[in-house]
């Protein structure tokens, strides 16, 4: 998943190689793997360019989604260790209502100040 999203992110199978810190066959097989399992086309291969099929591209979203849940679980995995090393009780968090209205990655970054903060004034 993670070389196709590369692939796709870049444009290329040579672009999608080096960022990645490995060959072009090893992209290029990757490829073919997951083609193969999947039983689709993921991408249309030319001598100079690619370009991302219907299948391709329904797949690179989903794509997206699952690595935004990877990000999410081990961020709160994270915090919760964050949280326990400075002696909170996670499950017993905060009280009060606390409302945003911002991207999920604004929020994240929101999530650790708002940590430090609940740290610096927890009673003791």
Not at 13 to 36: H, P
Not at 49 to 70: K, Q
Not at 112 to 124: D, N, V
Request: aromatic share 8%; charged share 25%; hydrophobic share 45%.
């Amino acid at each position: 998943m993670r070389i196709f999203a590369r692939i796709v992110e870049l444009g290329g199978f040579t672009r999608a190689a080096e960022s990645l810190g490995i060959t072009k066959s090893t992209v290029s097989r990757g490829m073919q793997v997951l083609e193969d399992r999947l039983g689709v086309k993921l991408v249309h291969r030319r001598t100079r360019n690619m370009s991302v099929t219907r299948e391709g591209a329904m797949y690179y979203e989903r794509c997206l989604r699952i690595f935004a849940s990877i990000e999410e679980a081990e961020h709160h995995i994270a915090m919760r260790r964050r949280w326990r090393s400075i002696g909170g009780d996670y499950s017993a968090g905060a009280r009060g209502c606390l409302s945003l209205g911002s991207l999920y990655f604004i929020a994240i970054r929101m999530a650790l100040i708002m940590a430090a903060f609940l740290a610096s004034t927890a009673k003791r």
